[in-house]
């Protein structure tokens, strides 16, 4: 290994340990998707299950199982916990980044380092590598896929047409058709964009398609004979009807990935879209006049713009769908790079596009570094703590833009890094807390845990989803609904909205209860529930 290869694998390697793992259990599982998948594995790993999900010892067919057999095995090794449940995504994001590192240095030599962190440090990856889901699943074996297949584009080595029909059967093991689907849409747009059809019917490889076939398609029929539902349940409903109709109560306008992109690739987003204008201006003389090596910037242009289409028309939308066309933001931007700095060694940047880049990049400093204030009062403070945040933030737009400006576009990766750095450690550092009392059920789970001689069942009343499937994982145990008309015999814990007093009194009338405790961060109170016909609290 040179010192340059041992330089950069250093570099790869403490950048994704710093970006996804560490402060991995700073807060618990947050939302209804993170302690639902974990707790599904959990359920799997319990059955010794590894073709149906289940979930509340019932079949959960949502999901294909790719993200649960691989926390199956985090919690082997490691024993179940939130910190397992989101390794996977760690793994997987940080595969990815290698791959993309070894993609360049075969295709952009020279721009391999850049375009992995550029990679590693979008928002949208960074937030998602942390997430104990399938999205960071998907996308990292259609970004490894979709590079592959550019590789045989380029070079005509079958090897990467197999590695691409490999990973397009991986992503419909994480999350479903939409995998090979949408590689199909790309291709298919790229190859009218550079007038050249022959691309679509030569990808059509019968060995690459015996082995996608081979490699995807045993668990769906494994899962369909085990439970005849499965392809409604997953294949039309959670596909066909939840893109054509907002069965899922998501409801976003159609412009609603537009801003979700543009976050997702920040820091580099303002560079992305000065690409991405490059990309379309240069499209006619790359279609007529250049090499296939000189397509790729409309390849990426394909990638990025396709997806954000293509779910944009959906009726049902969530944040992560979009994450598969990050890679191609960060991977559009490192070919523009490679065309600024491969006739120059620092060409200059314009100051409106510096100054631009050096305001998306610094202003997160301001949330990240008052983040305490924003979970506790809701609102941004006032007075010295706002002075000094927006001081930190002034000084770091200034720095970037005179670097870029004066030392040219050579500097963008490193000035970029550090308010990447300083934001993902401020979040850490100073919000962690906040963020696991509001937003995670672990410490509610804890602080009752603590007041317990032995576990007692639980019990909730209207419950948020996210508070719901996190008292599911953290206790593992799928509470009993007082909504649904399950009360509980047994003596047991009830959790409901603050002040509900008389509504406890009402619900178990001539049991005795007691107030335990009141959890303020998410507006709950927790009562004992004594015994049906007990009088006497144990």
């Known amino acids: 290994m040179t010192n340059r290869a041992r330089t950069d694998a250093l570099l790869l390697a403490g950048f994704c340990a710093f970006l996804f793992l560490y402060g991995l259990t700073q807060f618990g599982l947050i939302g209804a998707d993170e302690p639902r998948y974990a707790q599904v594995a959990r359920e799997m790993l319990e059955r010794h299950e590894w073709i149906t999900p289940i979930l509340g010892g019932k079949p959960w067919l949502e999901k294909p199982p790719l993200y649960y057999w691989q926390a199956i095995v985090a919690y082997r090794i490691f024993d179940v916990s939130d910190w397992a449940a989101r390794l996977p995504s760690v793994i997987d994001a940080s595969l990815m980044v290698v791959a993309i590192y070894f993609f360049l240095r075969r295709f952009r030599r020279g721009f391999e380092l850049d375009g992995a962190l550029i990679t590693a440090a979008c928002a949208g990856i960074i ?53 090979p689907f949408l590689a199909a849409l790309i291709i298919a747009v790229y190859a009218a964009a550079v007038r050249g059809w022959k691309v679509v019917v030569r990808t059509l490889w019968t060995p690459g398609i015996i082995l996608f076939c081979a490699i995807a398609f045993p668990w769906y029929v494994a899962v369909q004979a085990h439970n005849p539902a499965f392809f409604h349940e997953f294949i039309v409903q959670h596909n066909f009807e939840r893109y054509s109709r907002n069965l899922y109560h998501h409801p976003e306008p159609f412009w609603y990935y537009l801003p979700v992109t543009l976050l997702a690739l920040s820091p580099w987003t303002v560079f992305v879209i000065a690409a991405l204008v490059e990309s379309f201006r240069g499209w006619r003389t790359k279609v007529t006049h250049a090499e296939i090596s000189n397509e790729f910037s409309i390849f990426c242009a394909c990638w990025l713009i396709v997806p954000v289409i293509f779910f944009s028309i959906s009726q049902s939308k969530l944040p992560g769908y979009i994450l598969p066309a990050i890679p191609a933001g960060a991977m559009l931007l490192v070919d523009y790079l490679h065309r600024h700095l491969k006739d120059s060694a620092a060409p200059t940047v314009p100051k409106l596009l510096a100054v631009l880049h050096a305001l998306v990049a610094s202003a997160p400093i301001i949330p990240a570094l008052l983040i305490a204030y924003i979970f506790q009062q809701h609102h941004l403070p006032r007075g010295k703590p706002m002075f000094v945040a927006l001081a930190i933030a002034f000084v770091l737009c200034a720095g970037i833009a005179l670097t870029l400006v004066k030392a040219g576009m050579r500097m963008l990766r490193f000035v970029t890094l550090i308010p990447v750095v300083l934001i993902v450690g401020a979040v850490l550092k100073l919000g962690s807390t906040d963020l696991d009392r509001t937003l995670s059920a672990r410490p509610l789970v ?44 047994q003596e047991h814990i009830l959790i409901i909205a603050e002040h509900s007093q008389a509504v406890v009194a009402k619900l178990v009338p001539g049991r005795r209860t007691s107030l335990l405790g009141h959890f303020a961060p998410q507006h709950v109170d927790y009562y004992w529930v004594a015994a049906a016909g007990s009088s006497s609290m144990h």
């Open 127 to 179: 937030a998602y590598a942390r997430a104990a889901s399938t999205d960071m699943a998907l996308t990292a074996a259609f970004a490894i896929g979709m590079l592959a297949w550019w590789a045989w584009r380029e070079s005509e080595g079958r090897i990467y047409l197999a590695v691409f029909y490999v990973c397009m059967a991986l992503g419909m093991l994480a999350k479903g058709p939409v995998a």
């Open 446 to 489: 804890q602080e009752i845990a603590s007041m317990e001689t032995h576990q007692l069942p639980l019990a909730v009343y209207y419950p948020p989803r996210e508070l719901e499937y996190g008292l599911t994982f953290y206790r593992n145990q799928p509470p009993a609904h007082y909504d649904w008309g399950n009360i509980p015999q």
